[in-house]
């Protein structure tokens, strides 16, 4: 098609038909010929999720309770690299007893837990619109330092693919929670009308994120000498 537009254009074609058909072996580690789909490399199109509920509720005597538990995992639609994912559960409480008919007490609780662990390069718009013909996935592997050396260009000084699987990852972890107690006392039998009510609340929260920082080697085609260089 671009070789057909060049035609249209009054342009030289830019692909011989031998080149056609060295790109059309859709080869990722081809260094003459590499033909990468990189979005089908590093992203599905499809990503896993669940959820779990369960909650219960009664009465025992002059005290009755209500709890429920909510769990959800999220997955992600990464192929490769570090896992990512994200976890929530929220847990509530309720119990109210009367010690007697003008004294009371309530107490309702909550938890929330959040969890998201992802790769540092993230999602990248770069695995839709990198040219399939810029730069093979991988170049090799450096024996003496364990390291794989990755494909760049000079128009695409940046791998999606190296940087997911070489950049580390992180976690973040997100915490709240809260009690509150409710004492209320009825004065109707000496004071119709007349209650008194005292709250007591505590509140938690807190968020923290760990995680590794990594870099990874590349090299991009040298025309002019002709040679892999590093990036």
């Known amino acids: ?3 057909q537009a060049r035609v249209n254009a009054g342009l030289p074609e830019l692909y011989s038909e031998e080149q056609i058909r060295e790109y059309a072996k ?3 580690l081809s260094r003459e010929f590499p033909s990468v789909d990189l979005r089908s490399e590093t992203i599905r199109d499809w990503r ?3 959820k779990a509920y369960v909650s219960m509720s009664g009465k025992e005597g002059r005290t009755s309770y209500y709890a429920n538990v909510n769990w959800l995992r ?9 896992v990512s994912d994200f976890n929530a559960l929220n847990v509530r409480g309720n119990v109210k007893t009367n010690f007697t008919r003008e004294l009371s007490l309530e107490v309702h609780s909550f938890l929330n837990l959040r969890f998201r662990r992802s790769p540092n390069a993230g999602f990248n718009m770069a ?4 040219p399939p013909v810029e730069y093979p996935l991988t ?3 450096d024996e003496e330092q364990g390291q794989t050396i990755y494909g760049v260009s000079k128009t695409v000084p940046n791998s999606y693919y190296a940087a997911l699987m070489e950049s580390g990852s992180r976690t973040s972890k997100y915490r709240s929670g809260s009690v509150n107690a ?3 006392y009825n004065f109707g039998k000496f004071v119709p009308g007349l209650s008194a009510r005292t709250d007591v609340r505590f509140l938690l929260s807190g968020t923290t994120t760990d995680g590794s920082v990594g870099d990874y080697r590349a090299s991009y085609y040298d025309e002019v000498s002709g040679n892999w260089l590093p990036s």
């Open 1 to 3: 098609m671009m070789n």
């Open 48 to 50: 896993t999720s669940q």
């Open 139 to 141: 170049l090799g592997t």
């Open 127 to 130: 695995a839709s619109v990198t």
């Open 74 to 82: 999220d997955g992600d639609n990464l192929r490769i690299g570090p």
């Open 182 to 184: 409710v004492l209320e």
């Open 26 to 28: 859709s080869d990722p």
